[in-house]
């Protein structure tokens, strides 16, 4: 059974950093793409970041890039996002996501294109 649990969480002031973590079990990913979203209150989930193991290729989304980074300890079966100079509207809960979509063509970004889903972790930065 696959399952992804993610932790990290929590609240910063502006400017602050925060690491989220996401491990991953019952799942191999090494031909696959794993990816962090967030939804804020009455917001679309959007894509945060992805990294998919078979490309390569490493995703971010414009708001976030240079200040995000997204990698993976594979002894592990961990994905993690570093979260750097956090900003107000970095609130949001953040999910892990793990799929093959973005590996035939789909779109990083695209929640229906990975398959399995992490509980969520909530991250509040103050101003």
């Known amino acids: 059974q696959v399952q992804l649990v993610e932790s990290g969480g929590g609240s910063v002031q502006a400017g602050g950093s925060l690491r989220l973590s996401c491990a991953a079990s019952g799942y191999t990913y090494s031909s696959n793409c794993m990816g962090w979203f967030r939804q804020a209150p009455g917001k679309e989930r959007e894509g945060v970041a992805a990294?998919?193991?078979?490309?390569?290729?490493?995703y971010y989304a414009d708001s976030v890039k240079g200040r995000f980074t997204i990698s993976q300890d594979n002894a592990k079966n961990t994905v993690y996002l570093q979260m750097n100079s956090l900003k107000p509207e970095d609130t949001a809960m953040y999910y892990c996501?793990?799929?093959?979509?973005?590996?035939?063509?789909?779109?990083?970004?695209?929640?229906?294109?990975?398959?399995?889903w992490g509980q969520g972790t909530q991250v509040t930065v103050s101003s």
């Open positions: 996501a793990a799929g093959a979509g973005p590996s035939y063509g789909g779109s990083w970004y695209v929640p229906y294109e990975y398959n399995y």
């Open positions: 990294f998919c193991t078979y490309s390569g290729i490493t």
